[in-house]
């Protein structure tokens, strides 16, 4: 059957594969299902349950919510009769409920849960709100699509009739680091031709594979990636939180993923802090392993005698690793920022390919991406331009990018849109390289800064070699307008007090661990060795141990876990301060 619209990926997929499951959620310890036919049973009855709601053609419907197969309902349920949803991160403030629900003109909400609830109800300015839990004082979601179940399926077919390619179908409303987010509007033909793109790339087979979704679905990452699984009828299951992540993938097997580096950096850190716990032979064959991972090239043969180690390290360290993903993975895609080459070459030696892939949401989002087999992959690459997609290098080195999946615009800022669509070209912000098709991001335009002496830095690629440290968990690179790079770096815990156990410096807490001189004199040893790695002008003079991580919840970290630079800065500013005058 033709695709032209989102929602048409449900026929789809009934008329392909007929899923048993196509979606499932765990709820009081037990597995919710949804089969293809029944997603599409509910997604008609709330499309005539909105209708008899007076929700009509490009009205706004709100969704706030954790990962479940309701978003997906609702989601699905407003593109069948044109409405535009507007997907908002839980974990944002009440003032931005209030700005978006007012800049979007929203006249609906549908929120998860209790939390969401409470922020909504400040910001709603008397707005009806539906939830998906059963919650007092507010509607169930079940009570309202119920209220459809009675209407007339020949009303809804001709809303669907009147929805087109071009319509929009959602405004994204992104995070960004500092100011008002803005919405990107996007419509139907955008995504779905990113979904048509990327399909050919996922090498999970059809129809019988399973992924485990745990990215926020409100982000466009992973909500394109959802709709990829409805084309190629693999089933979802939602993991039940980011803490339960391992649980979920030794449960469900899933052959695939989506992720940001910074959970890849996570799962990374947490498997070598057990390397550290272990003992005598098995500790050095962990760490033995682990060094002949470091040396992997995915495209090269690197001759008999490291391939037949590999083979060993495989046989006793690496399948360990596979068994805590469930065993069954085939291809983990991650994106939203730059992987780190050391974790890439690892993960691949260990067996677990992980594709980069780069995009925007202004791009639906995927621009390029790998293919998960020996041949195509390109360590430090974030694979190859998708097919339909155009990009070009500015002559400041700046990424351009021209297809049928960059955005309509921003909704209500036309002022905005004009400076980043010139003559259908995107300019994204990114700086990068292209070596042929394959393509190479470098660092943010706007995150590169020019040091006094007129010396431009790229601060992305040296925090990225930077956290290559155990004991360096997160680091930001400042130095715009002074002297000299500077740093502010927080420890791994577990990398910290594994080298004070084994130097014999008993580990108190972190805050006072941090101002230790011997804790001090190591730190300056590790970066010493990592400057060897940069030009002059880019080599960390000094550098500030902060004893707190930053996090999505205390405002540093943005919903996908980049850094939100400016935050950072305002909140160490006297930190910083003392990197130049003290």
Excluded at 200 to 216: A, N
């Amino acid at each position: 059957m033709a695709l032209h619209r989102l929602f048409d990926l449900i026929p789809y997929q009934i008329s392909e594969y007929d899923k048993e499951i196509s979606l499932a959620f765990k709820e009081n310890d037990t597995w919710q299902t949804y089969s293809s036919r029944e997603v599409k049973e509910i997604i008609d009855n709330l499309s005539l349950a909105f209708l008899k709601a007076g929700i009509s053609k490009n009205d706004k419907v709100a969704l706030i919510s954790q990962n479940r197969p309701e978003w997906n309902f609702v989601d699905l349920a407003l593109q069948q009769i044109g409405a535009i949803s507007i997907p908002m991160y839980p974990t944002i403030t009440t003032e931005d409920y209030r700005y978006i629900f007012d800049h979007a003109e929203v006249k609906m909400i549908f929120v998860g849960d209790q939390e969401i609830l409470t922020k909504a109800q400040e910001a709603a300015d008397g707005r009806k709100i539906f939830c998906f839990q059963q919650l007092e004082g507010v509607e169930f979601w079940r009570d309202f699509m119920e209220t459809g179940q009675s209407g007339d399926l020949a009303e809804l077919e001709k809303a669907k009739s009147e929805v087109t390619a071009d319509d929009l179908f959602t405004i994204i409303y992104t995070s960004g680091t500092t100011g008002r987010p803005k919405g990107v509007m996007l419509t139907h033909q955008n995504v779905l031709s990113n979904v048509l793109a990327v399909s050919e790339r996922l090498l999970l087979e059809k129809g019988t594979s399973k992924v485990l979704s745990f990215l926020p679905i409100c982000h466009i990452f992973e909500r394109t990636g959802s709709f990829c699984c409805f084309y190629l009828g693999i089933s979802i299951y939602y993991a039940e939180s980011l803490e339960k992540i391992g649980d979920n993938l030794r449960e469900i097997k899933p052959h695939g993923f989506n992720t940001v580096p910074r959970l890849l950096e996570k799962i990374y850190d947490k498997i070598v802090s057990k390397g550290y716990e272990l003992k005598g032979i098995k500790k050095s064959l962990f760490f033995w392993a682990l060094k002949l991972g470091n040396q992997y090239d995915p495209a090269t043969d690197q001759g008999a005698w490291y391939n037949w180690q590999l083979k060993m390290a495989n046989k006793l360290i690496f399948s360990k690793w596979r068994e805590a993903l469930g065993g069954e993975i085939i291809q983990i895609n991650s994106g939203a920022s730059a992987l780190q080459p050391r974790l890439a070459r690892i993960f691949w030696a260990a067996g677990i390919p992980v594709c980069e892939g780069y995009g925007l949401t202004e791009t639906s989002p995927v621009v390029s991406s790998s293919i998960c087999s020996h041949e195509e992959i390109r360590i430090g690459y974030v694979g190859k331009i998708l097919e339909g997609v155009q990009v070009r290098i500015a002559e400041d080195g700046e990424i351009l990018v021209k297809g049928p999946n960059v955005m309509q615009g921003y909704y209500k800022q036309e002022d905005l849109t004009t400076e980043v669509l010139q003559n259908d070209w995107f300019h994204t912000g990114d700086i990068g390289e292209l070596d042929g098709e394959y393509l190479k991001i470098t660092d943010r335009k706007k995150e590169m800064f020019k040091t006094s002496g007129g010396k431009y830095v790229a601060p992305q690629v040296i925090e990225n070699k930077i956290k290559e440290s155990s004991l360096i968990d997160q680091v930001m690179v400042v130095g715009e307008n002074r002297n000299y790079p500077a740093a502010l770096i927080v420890p791994s815990e577990d990398g910290l007090k594994e080298y004070c156990r084994h130097k014999g410096y008993p580990f108190t807490e972190l805050a006072e661990m941090v101002e230790r001189p011997e804790v001090i004199a190591k730190y300056e040893r590790i970066i010493e060795d990592m400057n060897k790695y940069f030009a002059k002008w880019e080599t960390i003079k000094r550098f500030k141990i902060l004893p707190d991580p930053w996090s999505i919840e205390s405002g540093e970290l943005t919903p996908t876990m980049k850094l939100k630079r400016k935050i950072i800065l305002g909140k160490y500013e006297k930190e910083v301060e003392t990197l130049y005058n003290s």
